[in-house]
Nanobody
Framework: QEQLVESGGGLVQAGGSLKLSCRASGFTLDGYTMGWFRQFPGKEREFVAAITHQGSTYYEDSVKGRFTISRDDPKNTVYLQMNSLKPEDTAVYYC????????????????WGQGTQVTVSS
């Protein structure tokens, strides 16, 4: 079975950093676009960042310059380095895999992790 498992979330103070990891099992990430999404309470899941199998990266405007997405295909893992965290970054963060290309919409992705909570205190 194809699975994605996120880790690395937690509670940090504003201005701090976290590094999220997403490890795949049951399939290999090579050839997939990998994305990070987040969901705020009471809102729809929304795009944060994506990285194609070729290494091209895309970011939502509010995280540009603060977050960095990367991948380590031999380890079957994708990362999200989160710096200069703000209270408004507080959300559940999800990783996802897209087999068709790259996308910024939830419906374009095939596999999803269970999510990891990121809480930024003020």
């Amino acid at each position: 079975q194809e699975q994605l498992v996120e880790s690395g979330g937690g509670l940090v103070q504003a201005g701090g950093s976290l590094k999220l990891s997403c490890r795949a099992s049951g399939f290999t990430l090579d050839g997939y676009t990998m994305g990070w999404f987040r969901q705020f309470p009471g809102k729809e899941r929304e795009f944060v960042a994506a990285i194609t199998h070729q290494g091209s990266t895309y970011y939502e405007d509010s995280v540009k310059g603060r977050f960095t997405i990367s991948r380590d295909d031999p380890k079957n893992t994708v990362y999200l380095q989160m710096n200069s965290l703000k209270p408004e970054d507080t959300a559940v963060y999800y990783c996802a895999a897209d087999s068709t290309g790259w996308g910024s919409r939830v419906y374009e992705y095939d596999y999803w992790g269970q999510g990891t909570q990121v809480t930024v205190s003020s």
